[in-house]
């Protein structure tokens, strides 16, 4: 059975750091590109940062570009979204996903909420 399960949200101030992880069972990890969503209330779901399968390259949105960190842990198949600076306008539910390349294939995690208060 594939799981995804995200935990490290949480309610913070303007300013603060969270970091959020992402454990991971069920497929082969390395695999695998894992991202970071979020979706805030009204809004659509946006990817926040990513990183690939085999090499690990990163991606990061340009709105958390040098405030966000992507990394992973292949040993414990888990994935971690360091997040600092924190602003109001970063408030959403964070969801981890994980996709094989060149495939429909991928998997959601339930998410975790992030409040960031002003």
């Known amino acids: 059975e594939v799981r995804l399960v995200e935990s490290g949200g949480g309610l913070v101030q303007a300013g603060e750091s969270l970091r959020l992880s992402c454990a991971t069972s069920?497929?082969?990890?390395?695999?695998?590109?894992i991202g970071w969503f979020r979706q805030a209330p009204g809004r659509d779901r946006e990817i926040v940062s990513c990183?690939?399968?085999?090499?690990?390259?990163?991606y990061h949105a340009d709105f958390v570009k040098g405030r966000f960190t992507i990394s992973r842990d292949i040993a414990k198949n888990t994935v971690s979204l360091q997040m600092n600076s924190l602003k109001p306008e970063d408030t959403a539910i964070y969801y981890c996903?994980?996709?094989?390349?060149?495939?429909?294939?991928?998997?959601w995690g339930r998410g975790t909420q992030v409040t960031v208060s002003s």
């Open positions: 990183i690939s399968s085999r090499e690990g390259s990163t």
């Open positions: 996903n994980a996709k094989l390349p060149f495939t429909p294939t991928n998997y």
């Open positions: 069920g497929f082969t990890f390395d695999d695998y590109a």
